[in-house]
């Protein structure tokens, strides 16, 4: 059971990495840096496709890799 269980989290951690560099860049350079980034705040850039569907996946594999680790430090630590 703890092995099944460790190999799940190193399947979402693996997941969670791929899926983090995949995503675009959201820094805007020096122009975010002076605008404040209102073009952010007003929703002028939705995202979109690839990046809703890349922003929704990390959400989730996080959210598994975060509820998977405290599983197996409970059955390891038993």
Not at 21 to 49: C, D, N, P, V, Y
Request: no cysteine.
């Amino acid at each position: 059971m703890e092995i099944a269980l460790q190999i799940l989290l190193i399947i979402f951690a693996l997941g969670l990495i791929g899926a983090v560099l995949l995503q675009k860049g959201k820094s805007a350079g020096l122009t975010g840096a002076i605008t404040g980034g209102a073009e952010h705040l007003f929703g002028k850039q939705k995202a979109r496709g690839l990046d809703l569907f890349l922003e929704r996946l990390t959400v989730v594999l996080a959210a598994g890799f975060f509820i998977l680790a405290l599983i197996v430090s409970y059955f390891v630590g038993v």
